[in-house]
């Protein structure tokens, strides 16, 4: 992700810009630029912070206000995982930012992931909740629920699989389980109830996250049901990572290594550079490199019309696409690439198409549910998008011989 092999001579000509997602909520904005001064207190660098939406000043702008005063920037990525916005919208921002500024070396660095400071950090969150339910891992069983949000990225998802284990190793946890609130599976209400069966003194559950927003609302919420539920089992959830000082020396490296040239990322289980059961479409990403610049050009649009960039319409329906094992291996992804092409190509078609983990039909897919309809095909097969898009998307009309159910 970088295109410079050494570092600088010297400190005084370059700068750090700290990539965040962006939030329509201002206090996770803030917790950004927070980091960013805390880190730039903590390199003695310029540290500006930017964010891929929903919060000012984006990529590209950031980058154009420090080209005339320094000669190199190293992007650093507030992401915890390498996900689509890692592998593909921040690179074609840092892209396209060196071919406005050929005079100016951009570095692109790693993700946070997975990172000794950050499991210091969540034994710590463990560590707290314990003592707010007066249990001590020493004396009592006690198991932790890691519980990050989920993606579409199968590396991602094995990144929170293996910080589960290795939060596990060298401490007294009972067991400690990797659990997801959206996109794939196991879901967290799922691990918890499976958990209750093995009859822990307590259950601590942390939200993988670093602000604190719906999603980590959600996670408590559910660690809440399921503390009345069941009565033997004590339960609670931690707190978000936050702004952490911790996090900046994850920040510290990923800036060293960036600079040296030295980033190293995971390409032997990137769904965009090898065939991967179930994501056999993603592999050479040229797909996933349209979407975003599909979607930085809608923002560049709604910019030119005065709109605002980050507003975008809900459509109408929701189209989802099983693509989880017995699904995939039934067909489901190329069902989903064919509904994706036939609604591009129809001119009344407004409906968001993505892929799902299990929809709970195994047997009877490939699975197609389209919302708010309620409408739930299955045994679909590429040949029936066309039908589908023309007849239930375009019309309204839906497709009945392939109604598995409605809800």
């Not at 605002?308 to 989802?320: F, L, Q, R, S």
């Amino acid at each position: 992700m970088s295109r410079t092999t050494s570092a600088p001579d010297s400190l005084d000509d370059e700068a750090v810009l700290l990539v965040g997602h962006g939030s329509r909520r201002e206090k996770s904005n803030e917790q950004v630029r927070e980091l960013a001064a805390d880190l730039e207190a903590r390199l003695g660098v310029p540290v500006d912070a930017a964010f891929l939406e929903l919060a000012e000043p984006a990529i590209d702008k950031a980058i154009d206000g420090l080209a005339p005063t320094v000669s190199s920037i190293a992007v650093v990525h507030l992401s915890l995982f390498a996900a689509s916005h890692v592998k593909n919208d921040v690179p074609l921002a840092v892209e396209q930012a060196r071919e406005r500024h050929p005079e100016l070396t951009i570095d692109s660095g790693a993700h946070l992931g997975v990172h000794p400071a950050i499991l210091d950090l969540l034994d710590d969150r463990a560590a707290a909740v314990e003592a707010e339910l007066g249990v001590d891992r020493e004396d009592g069983d006690v198991a932790v629920v890691l519980c990050a949000r989920g993606s579409s990225d199968p590396d991602a998802n094995a990144d929170v699989h293996k910080l589960a284990r290795l939060l596990y190793e060298g401490r007294a946890f009972d067991r400690v389980e990797a659990s997801f609130v959206g996109v794939t599976e196991p879901r967290l209400d799922e691990t918890l109830h499976d958990l209750a069966k093995t009859r822990p003194d307590a259950v601590v559950v942390l939200p993988y996250m670093l602000g604190d927003g719906v999603l980590t609302g959600r996670i408590r919420d559910d660690a809440r049901v399921f503390d009345e539920e069941y009565p033997y089992v004590d339960a609670a959830p931690g707190e978000p990572l936050g702004t952490d000082p911790r996090l900046l020396d994850v920040l510290g490296d990923r800036w060293q290594e960036a600079r040296t040239g030295s980033v190293d990322m995971s390409c032997d289980t990137c769904k965009y550079k090898v065939e991967l059961d179930g994501y056999e479409d993603d592999r050479g990403g040229a797909r996933a490199m349209l979407r975003a610049l599909t979607h930085q050009a809608e923002h560049a649009d709604r910019e030119d019309v005065g709109d605002d960039p980050h507003g975008h319409d809900a459509p109408e329906k929701h189209v989802a696409v099983c693509t989880n094992q017995t699904c995939a291996a039934d067909g489901s992804p190329a069902v989903l690439e064919r509904l994706r092409q036939a609604a591009r190509d129809s001119d009344d078609c407004d409906a968001r198409i993505t892929r799902s983990s299990c929809l709970g039909r195994c047997g009877d897919g490939p699975m197609v549910a389209v919302y708010p309809d309620g409408v739930w095909y299955g045994g679909v097969e590429s040949d029936n998008a066309d039908r589908i898009v023309s007849s239930h998307l375009d019309r309204d009309r839906i497709v009945s011989d392939l109604v598995d159910q409605t809800l």
